[in-house]
């Protein structure tokens, strides 16, 4: 992903509300109060604190969406290029099915589903 301007991925959801940059997710020297004034170490990384509509498990899914961002990214690009590779006639089908393959893992890791 060369010449992206968005913070590198890969991103991942903590489980409980922060998607973080995995490269840049580490602590860092400030601390953060809470409403009680309890410090709590700060982790550097942050890119997205997901919500939900209401309905049960939509934070959850707007969480591994957000997460996979990057990497569909990544597949579209590839799926783009495969595209344009099958139709002038360089590929014999292989990479096509290769990428197909690949958007079909990162679709399921969007969607919280088997692929």
Do not use: F
Request: glycine content about 12%; some cysteine.
């Amino acid at each position: 992903m060369s010449g992206a301007k968005h913070t590198p991925g890969p991103w991942a959801w903590d489980g409980e509300g922060r998607i973080d940059s995995l490269p840049l997710r580490k602590p860092s020297p400030y601390k953060l109060k809470d409403k009680d004034g309890v410090e709590h170490e700060y982790i550097e990384g942050l890119v997205a604190l997901p919500y939900g509509s209401g309905e049960p498990g939509s934070m959850e899914a707007n969480a591994r969406l957000i997460a996979a961002a990057p990497r569909l990214l990544q597949a579209l690009q590839a799926a783009q290029s495969a595209l344009l590779s099958y139709q002038y006639g360089n590929d014999s089908g292989e990479l096509a099915r290769e990428v197909a393959a690949n958007c079909g893992v990162v679709i399921a890791e969007a969607t919280g589903s088997a692929a």
